[in-house]
């Protein structure tokens, strides 16, 4: 009788040790930053959209939870007006959804929007270059310039 209620135990002690082992795997996939890489990668760019900053950040699930995040910043020529009409129209061309995001401040030197693809969608938003922003060789010399930044999350 004893030896039944060991075993008892112990298989049970087994069964919730491995869903705990189960549960924290299936949270800390749930926190890779990989599927939103990827899904900035199957993100169309337009083509005179220079790629100047790139991150990745896993999510934490434990203590101090914090959602997974990527974002990719590009500079454009141009001011943020026309960068926000040449985006609206690259993607309308193509077919993909695009909706219009609005700050609470709402700046005038500013827009944002969301793409819609297939893996999920894209924040973006235009708005003037931040002063510590390098400047890559194509486009120095160039007065009117702006940051583009897109951003994936869950």
């Not at 890779?32 to 896993?58: K, M, N, Y």
């Not at 001011?79 to 700050?103: K, N, P, Q, W």
Request: hydrophobic residues 45%; negative net charge; charged residues 25%.
């Amino acid at each position: 009788m004893l030896a039944r209620i060991v075993i008892g135990i112990v298989v049970g002690i087994v069964a919730l040790s491995l869903a705990a082992v189960a549960w924290e795997a299936a949270m800390e996939r749930r926190m890779d930053s990989g599927p939103l890489v990827e899904r900035l990668d199957q993100t169309p760019i337009p083509d005179e959209f220079i790629l100047v900053d790139e991150w990745a950040r896993d999510g934490t699930w434990f203590i101090k939870s914090r959602s997974p995040e990527a974002r990719r910043s590009y500079l454009a020529p141009g001011t943020v007006d026309l960068v926000c009409g040449s985006i609206d129209m690259f993607y309308a061309e193509r077919g993909i959804e695009i909706r219009h995001t609005a700050r609470t401040d709402n700046p005038a030197d500013w827009c944002g929007r969301t793409v819609h693809i297939e893996l999920g969608h894209i924040s973006l938003w235009v708005e003037p270059i931040r002063s510590w922003t390098q400047i890559p060789p194509e486009l120095e010399g160039i007065r009117d310039l702006v940051e583009v930044t897109y951003f994936a999350s869950r």
